[in-house]
């Protein structure tokens, strides 16, 4: 058993110089695994170093902030900037207040994170209230089906907004909603809406799999007038 409290490697690939801190007790272990992720297991793509400031931080997670005092360089996951050694002098923001781990989302400052999950739960909201209102549309024609609210993305409801920049007005790009109707025998069917360009008419459309077909067809025949 190894008792030896392990040591930070940092791990760079040789072209662009993206890497990350491995903790190792040998430099050849951090090394095959910063060239398994960076260079395709590549050993001569990879450069490795150990990197003593980091090795308080084994199992905890490296703070970027701490990284960036070490020529570590983010982009930040909120407005996209770079955050280098340069933050204080190109954005007026101190690098003290950054935020985030080396392995995770990393923000410019708490603020710039506050406004990334505001919107992120903006737009959650507006998806689901997007997808309630197509669930309202399909349950005038279609007054039995029964929604997949239990299908994972790719099967079940599934919507994708967009917003301009600056805008406050959420566009539906694609909204979809699947249910299940009765004679079905593959799968869910979908009411969607494809509407990439905010320009032109809207595409709004039933679809079901192909071996549905004839079921769906006579289902809907059979519930016409229904709304
Ligand atoms: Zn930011």
Redesign the pocket.
Known sequence: MNAMPLKAYAVLEKDEFTGDIYFANRSIVAAKAGAAEYSDGELSYVQCRRAPWADAFAGKGVPAKVSVDHGWRFE?S??G?TIDEDLETEHRLPVSGVVGTMHGAV???AR?KWRRMKKEARRQEEEAAAIDDFKAIVRQRFPDAEFCDDEDKFRGHHAYLTRSWGSRFWHRAQIMVAFRFPGMQIGPAHFRMDSHHKIGPTNAYYTCCNGDREAFEAYAKSTKGAA
């Open positions: 930040c909120g407005c900037i923000y410019c400052c710039c």
